[in-house]
């Protein structure tokens, strides 16, 4: 049965020719002869590395719709539990959690610099489904007169803005996300290039040159097609696994080889330069991607900071934003309804430090023992046993007020003084 809110997709056999022939026209050679594309960077270990870490540090933080209010006149941000947006969040269509929802949009926004999703919607009423669209597949039009933007997916099916969630990366045209893989494609495709040549060259037993010297005595070969069959023997019977079988040679004909040392061949030194520029090209510190040269214990807790702050923060922002101008009503905007990713799970410090943050803003009045109690993931008390009650040192005054006089403890010395008092 279809639903009269999703959208007219073809058959499989039929999108399948789609992505066959999609993959073909967006081969993307660069100068080591490897193709890259969105759709085949994850071959890049650095790639895979940089995308796997932002996927999954930002499906594991919770995404909340929030209403901002205003109390003693502070700024206040009240769940809203129950709202239509925060259910489909949760529930966001029928074969994704929302863990892999996020998951899977941050990895397509930072690999394609852009994410669709249509929006299944009833005859009537709030939006019921999120539906992811294939990116390669869905083509944005401007229309240059009105200057509003539409969704062409698969080639036939065309979607007004108002029906589709559409997050992006920054464009240079203003309105089609760039690709940072586009971007940086050399590098990546180098990357990719030494890695296949490195699986080739141990694959062969560090041997991958070999050439046969004719000495004199040697009859030569009849014909070319026995020195071609000859050569084809040599392949197939010492290629791979099989590069330790023993071999005779014709009478007078010696084989050498010409070995690489990778150290020489700065083979190492590459690998590693181009890990390093691609994780700078992302943002992203040397040690998520393997990089642990310069890693310490003390420096490793700031880059994973940092990492949360450059990188993890803007992509949950570009998604809040998104997310708040395509899914909130008019109504949601203006009375101070919001959408936010609660990343405290994602930049936590050890525990140790956490404690000692904790202690301090409980001893300051900030905080009380079960706002303390629900960020350690623990059971709230009860009033009775102090679980709201705020606290402070009792030698703190208010700013430009005097301190009270202490109390004067009689002794033989002053208590005459105090009897004139």
């Known amino acids: 049965m279809k639903w009269p809110w999703q959208p007219n997709i073809e058959t499989k056999e039929v999108t399948s020719l789609d992505a066959v022939l999609r993959t073909l026209q967006s081969m993307n050679k660069v100068v080591s002869g490897v193709s890259v594309s969105p759709e085949n960077c994850m071959q ?93 597949q869905t083509e944005i039009l401007k229309d240059s007169d009105t200057w509003r933007i539409s969704f062409r997916y698969q080639g036939t099916q065309e979607y007004q803005q108002s029906k589709v969630l559409y997050a992006r990366l920054g464009a240079r045209n203003f309105y089609d996300g760039d690709s940072p893989v586009m971007d940086v494609r050399e590098s990546i495709g180098l990357e990719i290039a030494a890695e296949r040549f490195g699986s080739a060259f141990f694959g062969n037993g560090a041997m991958p040159f ?90 490793v807790e700031q880059q994973d900071t940092d990492f949360v702050i450059n990188v993890v923060m803007p992509i949950a922002k570009r998604l809040e934003a998104a997310m708040e101008r395509d899914l909130l009503t008019e109504d949601d905007r203006r009375s101070g309804v919001i959408i936010r990713f609660n990343l405290d799970s994602v930049q936590r410090a050890d525990i140790k430090t956490r404690s000692e943050a904790l202690k301090i803003e409980r001893e300051m009045g900030i905080i009380n023992a079960n706002e303390w109690r629900e960020q350690t993931n623990r059971n709230p008390i009860s009033d009775e046993d102090g679980g709201e009650d705020y606290i402070r040192p009792m030698n703190m005054t208010v700013a430009g007020e005097e301190p009270a006089a202490e109390p004067v403890v009689p002794t033989e010395d002053n208590v005459e003084q105090l009897r004139r008092r």
């Open 44 to 136: 890049s270990p650095t790639v895979h590395a940089i995308v796997t870490a932002v996927q999954n540090r930002l499906s594991i933080s919770p995404v909340h719709v929030l209403q901002k209010g205003e109390s003693n006149g502070r700024a206040t941000k009240e769940p809203l539990p129950n709202h239509p947006v925060a259910r489909l969040l949760r529930n966001p269509n029928g074969w994704q959690t929302p863990e892999e929802f996020f998951g899977d949009s941050a990895s397509t926004l930072l690999r394609h610099g852009k994410f669709f999703a249509f929006k299944g919607r009833g005859q009537t009423g709030p939006i019921r489904e999120l539906l992811p669209m294939d990116t390669g």
């Open 210 to 299: 070999v050439y046969f010297n004719l000495m004199q005595g040697f009859q030569d070969f009849r014909t070319d097609g026995d020195r071609t069959k000859f050569l084809d023997a040599v392949k197939e019977g010492f290629g791979g696994d099989k590069k330790f079988n023993t071999m005779l040679l014709p009478k007078g004909m010696e084989m050498n080889s010409l070995k690489i040392e990778n150290d020489k061949a700065q083979f190492i030194e590459t690998r590693k330069f181009i890990r390093t520029v691609i994780a700078g090209a992302f943002g992203v510190p040397p040690h998520l991607v393997g990089d642990l040269e310069r890693a310490t214990f003390n420096n």
